[in-house]
């Protein structure tokens, strides 16, 4: 791609981006979605204005913003914020996860799929989105217990989803070929267990650091040194940028003598980032993959919507949360984005027998959950908050 065409699409889509913050003031439609119905105009599926070779920057922009989200939701897992909800935030994503799988994976068995297809796909549906999540209730102003719970649950459920996802993907592989695959649970395992550990390994240097270089101010460069560093050595070790961007955080938050102004660099720098990854990901939404889902894709999503409201509800009544939150903390976290396509092409290459459906089913009911998840999160929050409203 040429220079000036580079710079001229960055221009296009950071006014892009303006005007979804306009638009935003004026509606009440989520920014997430606006941005991501613009890319989706603009893209190969809609005036063809962005240029396919654009999509090269998707890739490198989506481990950056998302290990910036992370770094960010690690703050919600603060000693004093899991003393109050900690107990909330562990049950509603474990009960989440769990309730899932198993009203995913059953009801789409009762539609005569495959036993190990039905598996997959109920761990595929596992999978939230944290940076539409975080996004949206930074520009719904939500702030308050309930927000630290979604934003809680939001840091730590990938990682339960993630060790279902390989459970999973092990026993549908023996079903399958009848030889166990034992060796995506240790990938898991070693995924899940290399982040922590890179994790702890820069966020304790970076909470020592913080507010010493300058005393009370840690600089922005510190924050996105430790950031960009964390999603190098993450994909480099080949381990989960999200738990290593949140662990990271969490350790920043908890250790660190001034652990609020790191976030603060972090939030300052991060939207230009994210505006572009909200762009670039509805530009890749494939439309076609839209048309192609018939009764299977509306049996997954309808079944994906019960499941994460009987989960929230079951994981809100064992973690204690009053039943207003109880009610409203599973639709917010309908959204689905990145992370199932990333297990849908996983599960494709390991069961080539089920690739297709498994990457036409997530790849367009993900754009279903990730255009209508804001909206419900930004409602659930607004319920929560006016209670008066909802006998």
């Known amino acids: 791609m040429a ?6 699409l960055l221009g296009g889509l950071f006014l892009c981006g303006l005007a979804a913050d306009v638009l935003g ?19 190969p599926s809609g005036l063809a204005l962005i240029p396919e070779s654009a999509a090269e920057w998707y890739a490198p922009l ?48 009762a539609t005569g799929l495959p036993l190990d297809l039905c598996l997959l796909l109920g761990a595929i549906a596992t999978a939230t989105a944290p940076a539409a999540t975080q996004e949206t209730l930074r520009d719904a102003g939500a702030e308050g217990p309930f927000a630290d719970t979604i934003r809680g649950v939001v840091a730590v459920d990938d990682a339960w989803g993630m060790m279902v996802f390989a459970v999973m993907l092990v026993v549908a592989e023996a079903l399958a070929t009848g030889t166990p695959g034992a060796h995506h649970l240790w990938e898991a395992l070693r995924e899940t267990g290399g982040a922590l550990v890179l994790g702890a390994a820069l966020g304790l240097p970076a909470a020592y650091l913080s507010g010493r270089i300058k005393p009370g101010e840690p600089t922005q460069l510190e924050a996105l040194g430790f ?12 381990v989960s940028f999200l738990l290593t961007g ?53 049996a997954y999503v309808a079944l994906r919507v019960i499941a994460r409201l009987a989960g929230g509800a079951l994981g809100g009544w064992l973690g204690g949360l009053p039943p207003r939150e109880r009610r409203w903390i599973g639709p917010a976290l309908l959204a689905q984005a990145g992370v199932a396509v990333g297990m849908a092409l996983i599960a494709a290459e390991a ?25 419900a999160l930004v409602w659930a929050v607004r319920r929560v908050a006016r209670p008066s409203q909802d006998g």
């Open 351 to 375: 069961l080539p027998a089920h690739a297709e459906t498994l990457l036409t089913l997530t790849i367009g009911t993900t754009v279903v959950f990730e255009l209508i998840g804001p909206f």
């Open 3 to 8: 220079l000036a065409t580079v710079f001229m």
């Open 62 to 109: 989506s481990v950056l913003a998302l290990t910036m989200v992370a770094f960010l939701l690690g703050a919600a897992l603060r000693r004093d914020k899991l003393a109050a909800r900690g107990r909330a935030i562990l049950s509603v994503s474990g009960a989440i996860v769990l309730v899932t799988v198993a009203v995913v994976a059953t009801g789409l068995r």
């Open 246 to 298: 949140m662990t990271a955080g969490a350790i920043v938050a908890n250790l660190a003598r001034h652990h609020e102004r790191p976030f603060d660099e972090i939030e300052h720098a991060e939207r230009p980032f994210l505006i572009l990854f909200f762009l670039l990901a509805g530009a890749a939404m494939e439309v076609e993959a839209l048309a192609a889902l018939g009764g299977i894709g509306l």
């Open 227 to 238: 950031v960009f560093l964390a999603a190098g050595l993450a994909l480099w070790l080949e």
């Open 25 to 43: 003031r004026r509606s009440r439609v989520p920014r997430v979605t606006l941005l991501l119905l613009i890319g989706l105009a603009a893209g």
